[in-house]
């Protein structure tokens, strides 16, 4: 019997094209629904496709963030379009995106199932490609009754797994509805200037003159009206500024840095605060970081800007192997949490997060904030900080950790206040603040 011929390999997809934005947006989603962080499936997907013009690239990472911000719209429409859940996982991602951009861009619809086929050929043979074209059109035809069913669906109207939806309404019984939407909104984009390098007005001109609109935050801090490339920053690889959240930039002014003291950085990764603190002042600065890889990007964020600091890959939990014995005058704590707070700029965190992950990072921070406590001098302070929203990771963290500590001393903040909650709003992310002093023992 003779075998019948292959069919003949498909011509490559124009590398501008909207097919293909849309399979390396597939590609990433497939990563995160397999369990992995999006910023490492996007750092291969890069290097998988080097040669992808500018364009495509911004209208991949569009998709994919929009789509992983609109948690559970894709899958309540897929529950109703497919007779069972499907087994190929790019296919799968394929068409979470492309109801994606249906609901976000449906002046193009019929552009969109047109290339998203011409996509899902290319990612699959045999009948997905069939598959994607009925699926797609089904939902152009039923689109009204589609997104009747999403608005009556928790997690698909509110855009988080119902377990966080039912955390941040026990949290914040006032307040959760604006936190569920700012977190599936896109993030704003604030800049920290380098005094070490620059002033704020010098800045403000050079990035005026570039076009850019932008309004102050404090004294050394801009917000952009719209956020830009971070590569197309004037000033940016001459170490001028750096991207930074305006609540993130809240620690390292909030630790009271005074030139001259011995600093750890318990948690450094990515190294935004680690630099702030070297640019408000002259001190020992100590960065600590578990992750080898994570450790190498503090110190290229330290060397883009012109400063230095011991830098060690080590979990900072294992003092013996780390701390020489002499005393920090101050510790920033910025703890590994759920990242609730950020989960706007970091939207795979949705699809990944399990509801015990509160109490297991909860359990990861006594540990690090007990094994730290005995490196610091009396008199001394430790800013706390996490970007979650949960207080079993921050006031009850603290609460918990001074009962513990009969020398911890909970400071209260120049305003007067004792802890800081800064909940996601329009300038800023979610972030907790609480400052600890050790007092000499009784």
């Known amino acids: ?41 996007l750092a291969a997907l890069w290097q998988h496709y080097p040669d992808l013009p500018p364009a495509t690239r911004g209208a991949a990472q569009d998709l994919i963030f929009g789509t992983l911000r609109d948690y559970g719209r894709g899958e309540r429409m897929l529950r109703s379009l497919l007779q069972q859940p499907l087994t190929e996982p790019t296919i799968d991602g394929l068409l979470r995106v492309a109801l994606h951009r249906l609901e976000t861009r449906p002046d193009t619809a019929h552009t969109l199932v047109d290339q998203a086929v011409e996509a899902a050929a290319r990612i699959a043979r ?25 608005n009556a669906d928790e997690e698909a109207s509110l855009r988080h797994p119902r377990w966080w939806i039912a955390a ?15 977190a599936s909104s896109h993030p704003p984009m604030s800049l920290r200037i380098n ?31 719209k956020p830009i490339p971070v590569a197309s920053l004037p000033g940016y690889a001459e170490g001028l500024l750096s991207v930074q959240d305006w609540g993130a930039q809240q620690a390292a002014q909030l630790l009271d840095l005074q030139d ?26 100590t960065a600590l970081d578990a992750d080898p890889q994570r450790t190498q990007r503090v110190a290229a964020q330290l060397s883009r800007l012109g400063l230095s600091a ?9 003092t013996a192997s780390w701390w020489d014995g002499q005393a920090f005058d101050r510790i920033l704590a910025d703890v590994p949490c759920s990242a609730s707070g950020v ?27 007990d094994a730290l406590w005995p490196t610091l001098a009396v008199g001394g302070k430790m800013l706390y900080v996490t970007c979650s929203v949960f207080a079993e990771e921050n006031s009850l963290q603290v609460a918990r950790f001074a009962a513990r500590h009969a020398d911890c001393q909970r400071l209260a903040f120049a305003d007067g206040v004792p802890e800081k909650r800064w909940l996601p709003g329009p300038d800023h992310d979610g972030f907790y603040f609480a400052l600890l002093q050790k007092r000499p023992a009784a």
């Open 343 to 369: 989960v706007r700029r970091h939207p795979d965190i949705k699809w990944l997060r399990e509801q015990d992950d509160v109490a297991r990072f909860a359990t990861l921070q006594a540990q690090i904030l």
């Open 126 to 150: 045999g009948g997905l490609k069939s598959l994607t074209n009925g699926v797609l059109r089904n939902a152009l035809r039923q689109w009204d009754q589609l997104v009747v069913q999403c």
């Open 195 to 225: 005094p070490r390098r620059t002033t704020p007005d010098a800045a403000r001109s050079q990035l005026e003159a570039a076009g850019h609109s932008l309004r102050a935050l404090g004294s050394h801090a801009f917000m952009l009206d």
């Open 310 to 318: 011991q830098l060690k890959a080590v979990d900072c939990r294992a």
């Open 168 to 182: 941040v309404r026990r949290n914040h019984p006032e307040h959760w509805r604006e936190i569920l939407a700012a």
């Open 260 to 285: 001259g003291q011995r600093v750890l950085d318990a948690c450094a990764a990515p190294g935004g605060k680690t630099a702030h603190m070297l640019e408000l002042a002259d001190i020992q600065l």
């Open 1 to 41: 019997m003779r075998r019948q011929p292959r069919p003949p390999a498909l011509p490559p997809l124009p590398a501008d094209s909207l097919a293909m934005a849309l399979t390396v947006a597939a590609d990433a989603l497939a990563h995160v629904r397999k369990g992995h962080a999006l910023n490492d499936g």
